[in-house]
């Protein structure tokens, strides 16, 4: 095992790693038993990347940036201690018999992925409460901005419903991925996964970002030969304009109906996520 004071890199992607591979709560434990998600992919960013400053321009001025949350957070500790802070984020691949329960869905998720999308998310919750103690115990600031104090949930004449944090653009400047027409974020492992991410004081080296254009592994994007989303979303909040953020939900309202059925409390959909040729990996070209 590396320290933090030696590798931090690879320090944390090895816990990261351990918890995910150990964890009883990474587990189908209302169905057999099987893993939510496989090994996940991480990347670093340095937390005053341009890109977060650029997002209040892009997303909404209410987005924040790693070092407002550091210092929302941590208000009483002097705003130099953030002079080195990183972002660290993470992807957690969602296994191919989940996928493929969900691939042969035309309206409605499959049990499997309805399970992933709460009891996985709640895992991944506990991932991130694990990662931001086990830096805290290091001696270092850490937070999943998710789960701070200035974390909010909102509706915005821009964006529409959204939070003041997006795990996914996070992971886009980590060099974790780009983004797809269905606005999900296509990834070494594909697009069916969830993310997430933590700020920390700690400094650490970033992740080098493998492409140049913030669609660029989107085939409708890059070939104009795509577009199997579309066809895939049961609720027509996808055309070759994008998505429809608020028609989405209005179909993801209709699932939520069903909750009780799933046993699950946030049963999502995801159909435009899998039966695609980015569900799994980054789609070759046409």
């Known amino acids: 095992m590396y320290s933090l004071s030696e590798k931090p890199e690879e ?10 591979s150990e964890s009883p709560d990474n587990r189908q434990s209302r169905i057999d038993g099987s893993a939510h998600f496989e090994t996940p992919l991480i990347g670093f960013a340095d937390a005053q990347d341009r890109l977060f400053q650029d997002f209040k321009n892009i997303i909404g001025d209410f987005h924040l940036t790693p070092l407002e949350v550091l210092q929302g957070s941590f208000p009483d500790e002097h705003v130099g201690s953030w002079n080195k802070a990183s972002v660290i984020s993470w992807i957690l691949p ?23 999308r709460t009891y996985g998310e709640e895992f991944n919750n506990k991932l991130r409460e694990h990662l931001a103690s086990f830096l805290r115990k290091e001696g270092f600031f850490a937070i999943a901005p998710m ?19 997006s795990e996914r653009h996070v992971a886009y400047v980590s060099g974790l991925g780009t983004f797809g027409l269905s606005r999900g974020l296509i990834t070494a492992r594909g ?41 895939r979303c049961p609720g027509k909040a996808i055309s070759e304009k994008g998505q429809n953020k608020d028609q989405c939900m209005v179909h993801c309202s209709e699932v939520m109906e069903k909750s009780d059925e799933y046993d699950a409390v946030m049963p999502g959909c995801g159909l435009c996520l899998t039966g695609v040729p980015c569900e799994a990996g980054i789609p070759k070209k046409f």
């Open 191 to 231: 697009i069916a996964m969830r993310c997430g991410s933590v700020v920390t004081s700690l400094k650490l080296t970033p992740t080098e970002r493998p492409y140049s254009n913030f669609q660029e592994y989107c085939l409708f994007y890059s070939s104009g030969k795509c577009g199997r989303c579309i066809k």
């Open 147 to 165: 789960q701070s104090p200035v974390f909010e949930v909102l509706q915005s004449e821009k964006a529409g419903f959204t939070s003041n944090w």
């Open 11 to 20: 320090t944390l992607v090895q816990e990261i790693q351990k918890f995910v």
């Open 94 to 116: 969602i296994p191919e018999a989940t996928r493929k329960s969900n691939r042969q869905q035309t309206r409605y998720p499959s049990k499997a992925w309805a399970h992933t």
